[in-house]
């Protein structure tokens, strides 16, 4: 990577930091959503004071925070505007993007020292070169991990059969502050969106769905929130389904494992005869005898997941016929229907 010598750096106005005079932080990350599937009714600026929920996950702070004014969000969240007021308007033109928004913030608590690096102050707040190296080198470890989980609980939690509801991931945001609230760095990446459709809900259904999403985000398993999030954000069909499906199956053995039981009060069966007599079947199968994903499925569907009906049994065996012959190199059995279906299965599984 291209670095900027000494001098080129003094001549843009930076200064050297030192042991003496150290930079005091607290690191800060931003993943800023547009959401696309709803909006809010009757939303006001004055309402996203109460769109906005807090949690912990291990030392980090995780808020999610919903509105339709960007600026007024993270004006509430940090004290500062996301962007200059008259720089607002050309920012959604440029990112194709507009309300309503979600951010999710990860924060810690402790400040972080540095002695080494370079600092300019602009406008009141500061920029830093070659400082943060090392933070950036966590985020994946770290950040990226409970994003991805607040991201899958968010589409478990707003999870409609009638109209989806995607996150379209526009920035994210690694910065500081500093102990007098000055903002220091930052960087950005962008995604693209795609076309969707848009549905009236409530203050309160989003409050409550946020909240879910929260409690959702300290549930998941990391690696069934990051196989949740990549697939919500892959283009490609083929992969999206393979790593929905791959979910699936996690979400089948972990569940199975953490409820097994022989005292467990099953679900009333009034299915057609065929799906009666696989589930009862399976109920009078020792726990030890249920072993493949498609038995602990049906056990599951028994025992856990009530919240499920009888085609989801159908849509499972085909997603599962599909995968084995796609592992077995029989690509054109693929369709780009099994990628939404198995969307919608995995979010449904989660959302109950």
């Not at 769905?209 to 985000?217: C, D, I, N, P, R």
Request: hydrophobic share 40%; net charge negative; with cysteine.
């Amino acid at each position: 990577m291209a670095q900027l010598t000494e001098h080129a750096l003094k001549s843009m106005g930076y200064m050297k930091i030192s042991s003496t005079d150290p930079l005091n932080v607290v690191i800060h990350y931003f993943c800023v959503m547009q959401v696309q599937g709803f909006n809010i009714e009757e939303a006001t600026p004055q309402d996203t004071r109460s769109l906005l929920h807090r949690t912990k996950i291990g030392d980090l702070n995780i808020v999610a925070a919903c509105g339709d004014n960007l600026n007024e969000i993270t004006q509430q969240l940090i004290g500062h505007a996301y962007t200059p007021a008259d720089e607002y308007d050309e920012w959604k033109k440029t990112n194709s993007c507009g309300p309503p928004f979600i951010i999710i913030h990860v924060s810690s608590n402790k400040y972080q020292e540095f002695t080494d690096g370079w600092i300019k102050e602009i406008d009141d707040n500061l920029s830093t070169y070659d400082c943060f190296n090392e933070i950036r080198r966590q985020v994946p470890a770290q950040i990226s991990p409970i994003v991805s989980r607040t991201i899958a609980g968010l589409n478990c939690a707003f999870f409609s059969e009638q109209t989806p509801v995607r996150f379209r991931r526009i920035e994210n945001k690694l910065f500081a502050l500093t102990a007098n609230n000055k903002i220091v760095m930052d960087f950005r990446l962008e995604f693209h969106a795609n076309a969707y459709v848009v549905k009236p809900v409530s203050k309160q259904f989003v409050n409550q769905s946020m909240q879910l999403a929260l409690e959702k985000a300290g549930e998941f398993h990391a690696s069934v929130s990051k196989l949740i999030s990549m697939a919500l954000e892959e283009d490609d069909k083929l992969k999206k389904f393979l790593f929905l499906y791959t979910s699936i199956e996690i979400a089948i053995h972990k569940t199975f494992r953490m409820y097994r039981s022989d005292d467990l009060k099953r679900r009333e069966f009034g299915f057609t005869d065929d799906v009666k007599e696989k589930l009862l079947e399976i109920t009078q199968m020792p726990l030890s005898e249920i072993k493949n994903p498609t038995r602990r499925f049906l056990w599951c569907f028994i025992f856990v997941w009530k919240h499920l009906k009888d085609l989801d049994i159908d849509t499972f065996e085909e997603l599962k016929q599909i995968r084995n012959s796609v592992s077995h190199g029989d690509i054109e059995v693929f369709q780009f229907k099994h990628a939404f279906e198995a969307e919608r299965l995995s979010l449904k599984l989660h959302s109950g």
